[in-house]
């Protein structure tokens, strides 16, 4: 008996579409630093204000990346953000983890090399 072929949701349609699929992936890694910063407010129970102020930022760009109309975030605002509420960012690959140093007062991060 020939299986019966399943047919495609709207969704899946649309994501063979390379333009559709294109603005999705940007859209939904928005989306998804969005939610991350919100959920890591939450957690910490701070403010707009107060996380922009412990990170060295405006008020505005946490806003504009709490709503996901922020279009594109420096990794030094990434990285303050994150040290502010007590996060690191790490790079992994394979065996080698490289952190993210933020060093207040500089204008520059600071790649550092951890051991695994």
């Known amino acids: 008996m020939p299986k019966v072929k399943k047919p495609l949701s709207t969704f899946e349609r649309e994501m063979r579409?390379?333009?559709?699929?294109?603005?999705?992936?940007?859209?939904?890694?928005?989306?998804?630093?969005?939610e991350l910063l919100i959920a890591i407010m939450d957690e910490d129970?701070?403010?707009?204000?107060?996380?922009?102020?412990?990170?060295?930022?405006?008020?505005?760009?946490?806003?504009?990346?709490?709503?996901?109309?922020?279009?594109?975030l420096k990794i030094s605002n990434f990285v303050s953000i994150a040290h502010a509420?007590?996060?690191?960012?790490?790079?992994?690959?394979?065996?080698?983890?490289f952190e993210i140093e933020d060093k207040k007062g500089s204008k520059k991060n600071i790649l550092n090399f951890v051991h695994a």
Request: charged share 35%; glycine share 6%; net charge positive.
């Open 45 to 72: 129970e701070i403010s707009v204000r107060a996380l922009a102020k412990e990170a060295g930022l405006s008020p505005t760009i946490i806003q504009k990346i709490r709503s996901g109309k922020q279009d594109d």
């Open 85 to 97: 509420c007590g996060y690191k960012v790490i790079l992994e690959k394979n065996d080698d983890r």
């Open 17 to 34: 579409n390379t333009k559709f699929k294109k603005a999705f992936d940007k859209g939904y890694k928005e989306f998804l630093l969005s």
